[in-house]
């Protein structure tokens, strides 16, 4: 695994206090909340709010799927202690800004809906594609958004809803998509096709289910229909990425246990990274797939 930039400690703590100030000179009320508003005094490591002093606790999913750990070409599969993928890569990434050593960072294993469970975490936070909405802010706290992305259609290329260019296209589909998704809720509030979607629990069941002809098409993100298209579904292809005005993107977020006080640290860990350009990097590495996708329009 390469090695991460050096530690930024100090720049860290000074960001965070500016930061403090100037929230405390402002009157504005900002309708933006991806987690709680009281920072800590210090984002040193030994003044953080870990569930082991001194470690940094990650939780992934069972199984944890490239393009977000490992690659599409199966090196380092389902192994985020590799540093390979782009969210695998960017929690060392964070954990070098906020003073750990790789040898830090220890990774466990959850299913997706278990981590939205209100309570406490056996973790310090959780990177699995945790989309950022309303309702699950009621329970758990979010990092700021590390990606935003759009929806994305995957059929095989003999489906006549393969060269669907609209919406419209796909009121007759039989569709499918994970459940508690957003993907899932942009078929019901987008799409509103005229059959019921299959749902599922995880994404192997969803490719389970294209295999075995009981969906026409799925729904997922786009950098994950890289991976469907690649590895999973043989023969599938990515039919078409729905446009940002058919709904609002998914904002990807880090997922902590309500009121965790470690949140504004990772948030300034993770602007430092945004500001450095080392973010666009990894996307660019990791989420970025040549060739033209087709729009379907609303």
């Known amino acids: 695994m390469a090695r991460r930039h050096a530690t930024r400690t100090a720049l860290l703590v000074l960001i965070v206090a500016m930061a403090l100030i100037a929230a405390a000179c402002s009157d504005d009320s900002s309708d933006v909340d991806s987690g709680p508003t009281a920072a800590p005094d210090s984002c040193q490591v030994a003044d953080l709010n870990l569930v082991t002093p001194g470690t940094l606790t990650v939780a992934t999913g069972e199984p944890a799927f490239p393009p977000w750990v490992g690659t599409p070409d199966g090196e380092f599969f389902d192994e985020p202690e590799s540093g390979v993928g782009f969210e695998s890569a960017l929690v060392y990434a964070i954990a070098g800004e906020l003073g750990f050593a790789e040898s830090d960072v220890v990774w466990t294993r959850i299913g997706f809906n278990e981590a939205i469970a209100p309570g ?128 609002n993107p998914d904002e990807y977020g880090m997922l902590f246990a309500k009121g965790n006080s470690l949140v504004p640290c990772v948030n300034t860990a993770l602007e430092a990274l945004r500001e450095s350009g080392e973010l666009q990097e990894l996307e660019d590495t990791y989420l970025t797939q040549e060739g033209g996708i087709p729009t379907i329009s609303d």
């Open 120 to 247: 406490e975490k056996p973790w310090d936070f959780n990177i699995q594609q945790y989309s950022i909405t309303d309702d699950r802010k009621e329970v758990v706290d979010f990092s700021s958004p590390y990606y935003v992305t759009t929806q994305a259609l995957i059929a095989y290329p003999d489906s006549p809803y393969a060269s669907a260019t609209s919406v419209d296209d796909l009121k007759d589909a039989i569709l499918g998509a994970q459940i508690g998704t957003t993907s899932l809720d942009f078929i019901e509030d987008v799409i509103k096709p005229d059959t019921e979607p299959n749902v599922y629990d995880e994404n192997v069941d969803l490719e389970a289910a294209m295999n075995a002809g009981q969906i026409d098409a799925l729904v997922v993100d786009l950098p994950t229909g890289y991976y469907i298209t690649a590895a999973q579904v043989e023969g599938s292809i990515i039919a078409g990425q729905f446009e940002a005005e058919a709904a």
